[in-house]
């Protein structure tokens, strides 16, 4: 792993040993040197614990030709950050629209009473 950089890990062919690279490796990290261009922000204050959440849809190059789009989501409980994949279409531009697509909703009809 000491020689490996997140754009090798981010080549690898086999899904699960990437997944298991990218979580050992950490996602943070991944997205960071992977230079990810922020596409949205989106800020809100938890209901659990009364701390600021900050979700992020961002894009970055995977490999040649391909970019990959992510939501950035913040557990409303612990703060724990979590990268979701999502399509680059134009209803994940958005964090709530990003978010709304990973449950099957659409950004305007996902109004989830508390996130958690």
């Keep these: 792993l000491h020689n490996l950089?997140?754009?090798?890990?981010?080549?690898?062919?086999?899904?699960?040993?990437?997944?298991?690279?990218?979580?050992?490796?950490?996602?943070?990290?991944?997205?960071?040197?992977?230079?990810?261009?922020?596409i949205d922000e989106h800020t809100c204050t938890s209901g659990i614990t009364g701390k600021a959440c900050t979700y992020q849809v961002l894009e970055f190059a995977v490999t040649d030709g391909i970019t990959a789009r992510v939501v950035s989501v913040e557990c409303h409980t612990t703060h724990k950050k979590t990268f979701l994949g999502v399509p680059r279409i134009k209803e994940t531009e958005t964090c709530m629209?990003?978010?709304a697509w990973t449950f099957g909703e659409n950004e305007k009809d996902y109004v989830p009473e508390i996130e958690t």
């Design 5 to 38: 950089s997140s754009q090798d890990i981010l080549n690898c062919k086999n899904a699960e040993q990437k997944a298991a690279l990218i979580k050992e490796y950490g996602y943070e990290k991944i997205i960071a040197e992977a230079n990810a261009t922020v």
């Design 97 to 99: 629209g990003a978010i």
